[in-house]
C-alpha cells in the first residue's frame, strides 16, 4: 500500500483501487444446454431417418422389454418398450417432435399476439389501453394449468386444441412486458421527430418502437420455451392433451404410470427426456435475459 501527503501536509494511506469487471463478461455461454437443444433440434428434424422403429404400431409379443443394458434386454430395442411392444427410443425421437412443434408455433403466435396489443396499447393510450389491460389483466388472473385442463376438455382433446389454449393462455405476458417497454419509447425525442415528420402511427410502430423491444420479445420467448413443453407434456399426462397414438412425452409418462415398479423404463425414460430439455431451456433463457439485461451491462 502506498502512501500520499494530505492538504495539511500529513501522510495519508491511498485507497486501494479495485477493478470491476463487467457482469455481462462473466455471464458464461450455457454450452451444456445449447447442445442439448441442438440435438432435440436435430433429432426432430431427423427422426424419420434415425427411429428404427414405426412409432404408433408394435407387437404384443414385444411388449415390456426392457432396455438393452438391462438383463433381458434386446439390442433392437435399445431403450425397451412399452405395454403395447412399442419401441421406446423410436418415440422419444417422435415426441421430440411434438414438443418442438408446440414449444415453436405457440411461442411464435403468442408472441406476435401479445407483441401487437402491447404495441397498441402502449403507443395508443387513452380508452384503448384501459380496455387491452383491463383483457390482459383478466387473463394473467386465470391459473394457467387448470383453464389450460378445462379448456383443452371443452375443445377436445388434438394437437390444434393444445396450440390454441396455450396461445390464449399466454399472449398476456408479451402484452403486459411490452406495452410498458411501448410506453417509455414512445416518449422518446426520436419518436416525436417522427410525428413531426408525418409519419403515419403504423409507420411509427413498425419503424421505431418494435425494433427497440425486440431484445425484450426475445428474452421472453426462450424464457417461454420451456413453460409450453412443460404444459404440453402436462396437458398429455392428464389425458387431455395429445391423443394417443401419438408419441408425445408426457402421454407416454402416463402410459407407464401403473406398472413403474416392474417397467419403470416406460415412465422414467421420457420423464428424463422432459427434464432434460426443460432445465437446458431455462438455463439458455436465463443466459439471454443476463445477456439483455442492461443493469448488468452497465456494471
Given at each position: ?9 500529513a ?9 470491476v ?14 447442445v ?16 428404427p ?8 409379443s414385444?411388449?415390456?422389454?426392457p ?25 422419444i425421437?417422435?415426441g421430440?417432435?411434438v414438443?418442438?412443434?408446440?414449444a ?8 406476435v ?13 387513452g380508452w ?28 377436445g382433446?388434438s394437437l390444434t ?28 425525442d426520436?419518436?416525436?421527430l417522427a ?10 410502430l413498425?419503424?421505431h ?8 420479445i426475445?428474452v ?5 420455451v420451456?413453460?409450453i ?22 402421454l ?9 415398479g ?6 422414467i ?28 451491462r452497465?456494471?
Amino acid at each position: 500500500m502506498t502512501t500520499t501527503e494530505s492538504d495539511s501536509g500529513a501522510p495519508r494511506a491511498e485507497e486501494p483501487r479495485v477493478k470491476v469487471r463487467g457482469a455481462a463478461t462473466t455471464i458464461r455461454f450455457p454450452f451444456v444446454s445449447m447442445v442439448v437443444l441442438v440435438l432435440v433440434v436435430l433429432v426432430a428434424v431427423f427422426a424419420p431417418l434415425i427411429a428404427p422403429h414405426d412409432p404408433e404400431v408394435g407387437q404384443l409379443s414385444n411388449k415390456l422389454i426392457p432396455p438393452v443394458w438391462q438383463e433381458g434386454g434386446n439390442s433392437d430395442f435399445l431403450l425397451g418398450t412399452d405395454t403395447l411392444g412399442r419401441d421406446i427410443f423410436t418415440r422419444i425421437l417422435y415426441g421430440a417432435r411434438v414438443s418442438l412443434m408446440v414449444a415453436i408455433l405457440a411461442t411464435g403466435l403468442a408472441g406476435v399476439l401479445g407483441t401487437i396489443v402491447g404495441l397498441i396499447a402502449g403507443f395508443y393510450r387513452g380508452w384503448v389501453e384501459i380496455l387491452l389491460m383491463r383483457i390482459t389483466d383478466m387473463t394473467l388472473a386465470l391459473p394457467l394449468m387448470l383453464m389450460a385442463i378445462v379448456l383443452v376438455a371443452l375443445l377436445g382433446a388434438s394437437l390444434t386444441n393444445v396450440l390454441m389454449v396455450i396461445v390464449i393462455l399466454l399472449w398476456p405476458y408479451y402484452a403486459r412486458q411490452i406495452r410498458g417497454e411501448a410506453l417509455a419509447i414512445s416518449e422518446e425525442d426520436f419518436v416525436d421527430l417522427a410525428r413531426v415528420a408525418g409519419l403515419s402511427s403504423p409507420r411509427i410502430l413498425w419503424r421505431h418502437i418494435l425494433p427497440n423491444v425486440m431484445p425484450t420479445i426475445g428474452v421472453l420467448a426462450t424464457l417461454q420455451v420451456a413453460l409450453i413443453i412443460l404444459l404440453e407434456a402436462s396437458l398429455s399426462f392428464l389425458g387431455v392433451g395429445i391423443p394417443p397414438p401419438t408419441p408425445a412425452w408426457g402421454l407416454m409418462v402416463a402410459d407407464g404410470r401403473d406398472i413403474l415398479g416392474r417397467a419403470w423404463w416406460v415412465s422414467i425414460i421420457p420423464g428424463i427426456a422432459i427434464f432434460g430439455v426443460v432445465l437446458a431451456a431455462n438455463l439458455f433463457g436465463d443466459w439471454v435475459r443476463d445477456r439483455f439485461d442492461p443493469k448488468l451491462r452497465q456494471l
